[in-house]
């Protein structure tokens, strides 16, 4: 089946630093990603819709120079974390859109810590 | 707008119990609803989906039914393993927002041996 891939599982940054993760549909194309943050106990949360070419969507209360989000091709999605600080520190997930336009294929999801 | 509720956790059950896990939804028109499942230190899995009413979504033994006069979306299983221990999550899409699916807050189920 349709296989979302996501990288680096985990990571530990400094305040103020920047990182990327990277989220790879890795055998299918897929025009339409989306990026989800999950604080502890809490669920999901919308973050951006991320379409191919074009530039990102953001959910309200999303800032979009902080996060930064690229879709350059049909199979890579990433998302930037800019200046980050502890409070970003959270489970960052992506998805793609199925070729059939309904199933959501989800990556492993990237633990980040801001020290 | 869209919303999910699901019951909050955690629940705790014995193996072989029965679990029902509730989740309602609020929605305009007629969304597609589905259960996820988030296994410890992983991403999310897709369980079981519905994608119009009276549909019933079934996988691992675990089903749930799309009723639209109760807008719910139960997750039930008839005898739970110790391996079904997980964050288990009720989402919907709507066919108006790019398929992006808004969650509820998840449920935490341990099963003790």
């Known amino acids: 089946g349709a296989v979302v891939s996501q990288h680096p599982s985990w990571v530990i940054c400094k305040s103020g630093t920047s990182v990327k993760i990277e989220c790879r549909s890795l055998?299918?194309?897929?025009?339409?990603m989306f990026w989800y943050r999950q604080f502890p106990k809490q669920s999901l949360m919308l973050m951006a819709t991320s379409n191919e070419g074009s530039k990102a969507t953001y959910e309200q209360g999303v800032e979009k120079d902080k996060f930064l989000i690229n879709h350059a091709s049909l199979t890579l999605s990433t998302l930037t974390v800019t200046s980050a600080h502890p409070e970003d520190s959270s489970f960052y997930i992506c998805?793609?859109?199925?070729?059939?336009?309904?199933?959501?294929?989800f990556g492993e999801g990237s633990w980040l810590t801001v020290v | 707008g869209n919303s999910v509720t699901q019951m909050e956790g955690p629940v705790t059950l014995s193996e072989e119990a029965f679990l029902t896990i509730n989740c309602t939804y609020t929605?305009?028109?007629?969304?597609?609803l589905f259960w996820y499942v988030q296994y410890p230190g992983e991403g999310l899995q897709l369980l079981l989906k519905?994608?119009?009413?009276?549909d019933k979504g079934s996988n691992k033994g675990f089903e749930a039914t799309y009723r639209k006069e109760t807008t719910s979306f139960h997750l039930e299983k008839g005898s739970v393993q110790v391996s079904d221990s997980a964050v288990y999550f009720c989402a919907l899409s709507n066919a108006g927002s790019q398929g992006n699916l808004i969650f509820g807050k998840g449920t935490k189920l341990s099963v003790k041996p």
């Open positions: 929605a305009t028109g007629y969304p597609s």
């Open positions: 998805s793609a859109r199925g070729l059939d336009g309904n199933t959501i294929y």
């Open positions: 519905a994608t119009k009413a009276d």
């Open positions: 055998d299918f194309q897929a025009t339409t």
